[in-house]
């Protein structure tokens, strides 16, 4: 499997032009837009890298925002509609997400410490190109995650089995 860099999207999208987006969006759907949705919306899409919904409850009410907890989760569900965020994977009962703006990747997620690598394959995609073609599949999305076990629990498994010995 060849190992790619994550490519940068060449069309930067402000977060002004999201925040744009997302209310014309709201609106469209018959929703209100309020102050509270707007505060969930900027730190969800200020969040890096991938996040769970509890986490985002918890950095929210250490910045004092005067949100409920029902509030994030109805603007998470509404992103994910929306199509602002998506879900990457669901492990030990815990929904990971992240912003959608990226370009698409994979992911490999280590069952030992939870670390997820995000990666590209060129060689990947045409496989999957490849098969849907033979079966005559017309593919709308797909995602592929990886489960195992990093380079660095690995090694600790191994000094882990080492020292046993």
Avoid at 60 to 82: D, F, G, H, W
């Amino acid at each position: 499997m060849k190992k790619t860099q994550h490519k940068k999207k060449k069309t930067r999208i402000t977060k002004r032009r999201l925040l744009e987006e997302f209310k014309r969006a709201i609106k469209n759907k018959g929703l209100k837009y309020t102050p509270q949705r707007e505060q969930v919306f900027k730190e969800i899409i200020s969040t890096k890298g991938h996040f769970e919904i509890e986490q985002m409850v918890h950095k929210i009410r250490q910045k004092n925002i005067p949100v409920s907890r029902a509030t994030v989760y109805r603007t998470l569900n509404i992103m994910k509609e929306l199509g602002f965020v998506e879900e990457v994977i669901k492990i030990n009962n815990k929904t990971i997400y992240e912003i959608s703006i990226k370009e698409h990747h994979d992911h490999l997620i280590c069952t030992s410490c939870r670390k997820i690598i995000e990666f590209q394959s060129e060689d990947i995609e045409k496989l999957q190109d490849k098969v849907c073609a033979e079966y005559g599949f017309l593919p709308k999305f797909h995602r592929l995650e990886i489960f195992g076990l990093c380079s660095k629990c690995q090694k600790k498994a191994l000094a882990r089995n080492n020292s046993k010995s």
